[in-house]
T-cell receptor, first 114, second 112 residues
Framework: QQQVKQSPQSLIVQKGGISIINCAYE??????FPWYQQFPGKGPALLIA?????SEKKEGRFTISFNKSAKQFSLHIMDSQPGDSATYFC?????????????FGGGTRVLVKP | DGGITQSPKYLFRKEGQNVTLSCEQN?????MYWYRQDPGQGLRLIYY???????QKGDIAEGYSVSREKKESFPLTVTSAQKNPTAFYLC???????????FGSGTRLTVV
């Protein structure tokens, strides 16, 4: 069964701190790893994504680190702000096969305290 | 502005009734998807469609049905066979070559 395991389920970080969320996958056919941010009552929004040919991708305060051999990837939120308080989902999929459907992790609820 | 519109935002239905959730996109995306989200959990794929008049079952298709008669529209019917239909339903679309899925704002279905 294709699975993506995400941890922790929740975390609390002080304003200005670093939030770190980890994901692990099993299917080596996955070649696309996005992160989504979701606010209560809203649909998820794409935050940042990475392909397995690079080990790190940074966009503003958000960085994805990717370890292909360990089949793990993580999201780092630098200088966390109260507005970052949301639920974050990692996902994995294949761009060529299987209709681009994504398999999602269970989500991490992040609370940034002012 | 381009995007995905889901309606209604909230839906209440009696147990045993079928209900259809609407999803419309004006992004000219080929692929469309339906996900189910339960409280504190991730998204689970119900159905997806890569092209008009074609769709495939996802991981939890039992008790659901879809149609894709137009590129812009991908309605989801929750049938009486779905044993626990109360959930938050999310529709998404993507360009097949990029995988970047855009989500709608969701429909919260409550069955009483």
């Amino acid at each position: 069964q294709q699975q993506v395991k995400q941890s922790p389920q929740s975390l609390i970080v002080q304003k200005g701190g670093i939030s770190i969320i980890n994901c692990a996958y099993e299917n080596t056919a996955f070649d696309y790893f996005p992160w989504y941010q979701q606010f209560p009552g809203k649909g998820p929004a794409l935050l940042i994504a990475i392909r397995p040919d690079v080990s790190e991708k940074k966009e503003g305060r958000f960085t994805i680190s990717f370890n292909k051999s360990a089949k793990q990837f993580s999201l780092h939120i630098m200088d966390s702000q109260p507005g970052d308080s949301a639920t974050y989902f990692c996902a994995a999929g294949t761009l060529v096969a299987a209709g681009n459907k994504l398999t999602f992790g269970g989500g991490t609820r992040v609370l940034v305290k002012p | 502005d381009g995007g995905i519109t889901q309606s209604p935002k909230y839906l209440f239905r009696k147990e045993g009734q079928n209900v259809t959730l609407s999803c419309e996109q004006n992004l000219n995306h080929d692929a469309m998807y339906w996900y189910r989200q339960d409280p504190g959990q991730g998204l689970r794929l119900i159905y997806y469609s890569q092209i008009v008049n074609d769709f495939q079952k996802g991981d939890i298709a039992e008790g659901y049905s879809v149609s894709r008669e137009k590129k812009e529209s991908f309605p989801l019917t929750v049938t009486s066979a779905q044993k626990n239909p109360t959930a938050f339903y999310l529709c998404a679309s993507s360009i097949r070559s990029t995988g970047k899925a855009t989500f709608g704002s969701g429909t919260r279905l409550t069955v009483v």
